[in-house]
């Protein structure tokens, strides 16, 4: 173990639902609630809160300095990260740098999003402010809807049939079918996929991740902090990236090329002196069941044209050459928003420590979880590796 | 109502001005000063035709707030002759199916409602498919 390594000290989450009684401040108090019954935290030195949408949703801005105050660390520096459905792998990264630079000896990675505040229409409307308000959302284009003009594209491009995404979403239920803490905890069948209603043609509903309210919280430190005395199995932070380019699609020269997920990937497999290969678990964005073959292959991990075989158990599957999504993913545990990169992130942990329940891989040593905004419009990459 | 926003979008809106680039020639939709091409300094305006094809398109169903009396709506990436793809509403085209690679040029429509806030109504920029001479 290294003084100036990053490590993972304890992580905590909350189950993935329609919260209705629960508040946004609520919910972020219960996520570190969860986490303190790991770890002693104490006055955590910062906080790093991810959060896309509490403007527009709960109306209400100045998040971190609100939740850092109900949660008594009244005096602590703590502020909001966001970068669209990145905000969780954004603030993760915010932590490290933090934590690299030497200025704060701990940090709270904090995701949480209430999306039951509002309903229809209005959340379509918050959603939407993560494309180019002036050239995308203007015209009516919605997240959903954006991701399936990527999909035709790729559909056409390559001649693949119409149920080519099946399998991405049936590995996700299957995988969330075994973890208490997702939205949906049901297998489905293909025959089920098929007959779902249509959306955004071609994308139908169990393409598209369920908007969900959400917290969770991960405790970083260095490796020579006192919290880490106590700790036998040690999760270290090994790569840490972010990348960014347009946001609207029309923008991108290959709207099927995502260059960040590639620069991020390609800059954390360096960091970590790693290769592809060596990789045991992917945790990917998965909002929308296209993104997924269009990241693998923007990856280097299978060429273009044949990221959606991949959606097949013995590629993806738990026990296939490449799991992916293990606990379910964005489809199945839920689409939290800004907290969705820190829920990959207490997975990927969990799934290290052998804490994964039903799920557990066998002794997965290094896990890649990436978190996007929009179609990769941020990217931000990192690497935990148990030591 | 963000009327001074609206304002300033109005010769894209109405006229698709964009810009091109004096040093490679690029074509600039939507405006940017700076080509995406060359990293240049592109400010000259330039007209665009309004002549394009489908590159990709969709229908919204449940639509967000203001644009609920439009749904179902065709929106679609729309590749312009001159070089750029933009992301514009499809209409007009009845029951003609949707195609990749169908021609289409741009029109003025209505393209969302303000919900009565002021009565302002918006229009802009939609692309139907090409009318060929009888």
């Known amino acids: 173990m290294m003084k100036d390594e990053i490590y993972i000290a304890a992580v905590g989450q909350i189950p993935v639902q329609e919260h209705w009684n629960t508040s946004l401040r609520e919910l972020a108090a219960l996520a570190i609630r969860a986490l303190k019954q790991e770890c002693q935290l104490g006055h955590p030195d910062s906080l790093f809160l991810a959060n896309m949408f509490a403007p527009n949703l709960s109306n209400q801005a100045h998040l971190a300095a609100l939740i850092a105050e109900y949660l008594g660390w009244s005096g602590i520096e703590a502020v909001t990260v966001e970068a669209g459905g990145a905000s969780g ?38 959603l939407a402010t993560t494309l180019d308000a002036d050239f995308e959302s203007m015209h009516g284009l919605t997240p959903s809807a954006q991701a399936a003009l990527i999909a035709r594209l790729y559909f056409h491009k390559y001649s693949i049939p119409s149920n080519a995404l099946a399998g991405f979403a049936i590995n996700a239920h299957k995988n ?14 293909e ?9 955004n043609p071609p994308l139908n509903l169990f393409d598209i991740a369920p908007n969900a309210d959400g917290a969770a919280a991960l405790f970083l430190v260095r490796g020579d902090h006192p919290a880490m005395r106590q700790i036998d199995q040690k999760i270290k932070v090994s790569a840490s990236t972010l990348s960014t380019d347009t946001l609207a699609l029309h923008d991108r020269r290959d709207p099927l090329d995502w260059r960040t997920v590639r620069w991020s990937i390609q800059k954390a497999l360096e960091q970590a002196n790693l290769s592809l290969a060596e990789i045991d678990l992917f945790e990917l964005h998965d909002q929308f069941s296209i993104y997924l073959p269009i990241i693998l ?3 280097g991990i299978v060429t273009p044209g044949e990221g959606w075989k991949l959606g097949a158990d013995q590629w993806t599957g738990l026990s296939g050459r490449i799991p992916l999504n293990s606990m379910g993913g964005l489809k199945a545990r839920g689409f939290p928003g800004g907290a969705s990169g820190v829920y990959q992130a207490v997975e990927a942990v969990n799934q290290l ?35 | ?24 020639n690029f074509k600039i939709f939507p405006p940017r000063d700076v080509c995406p091409n060359c990293d240049g300094e592109a400010k ?9 094809e489908v590159f990709s398109y969709t229908t919204v169903y449940e639509a967000p707030t203001g644009f609920e009396a439009m749904a179902p709506y065709t929106v679609a990436l729309i590749k312009l002759d001159e070089g750029p793809t933009i992301t514009a509403q499809l ?37 139907r498919p090409v009318m060929r001479a009888a």
């Open chain 1, 89 to 126: 792998g954004a603030a993760l990264r915010q932590a490290v740098l933090a934590l690299r630079s030497g200025m704060v000896d701990s940090a709270v990675v904090l995701g949480v999003e209430k999306f039951s505040d509002k309903i229809g229409a209005d959340i379509d409307v918050a």
């Open chain 1, 176 to 189: 969330g079918a075994g973890n208490p803490f997702a939205m949906y905890q049901k297998a489905i069948s």
């Open chain 1, 191 to 199: 025959d089920t996929y098929l007959k779902a209603e249509m959306i």
């Open chain 1, 297 to 299: 292959e923007s990856a």
């Open chain 1, 353 to 387: 420590l052998g804490r994964a329940g039903k799920n557990q891989l066998a002794h997965p040593h290094h896990t890649l979880i990436q978190s996007l905004g929009g179609p990769g419009a941020t990217a931000a990459t990192h690497i935990l590796s148990c030591e």
């Open chain 2, 1 to 24: 109502m963000e009327i001074a926003r609206h304002w300033r979008l109005k010769k894209q809106r109405y006229g698709l001005v964009g810009e091109v680039c004096p040093h490679c």
């Open chain 2, 44 to 52: 000259e305006p330039y007209t665009f035709s309004g002549k394009g």
């Open chain 2, 91 to 127: 209409t007009d085209f009845g029951e003609t199916p949707v195609s990749i690679g169908m021609p289409v040029e741009m029109v003025t429509r209505k393209m969302k409602d303000d919900g009565d806030e002021r009565g302002v109504i918006l229009y802009g920029y939609k692309f």
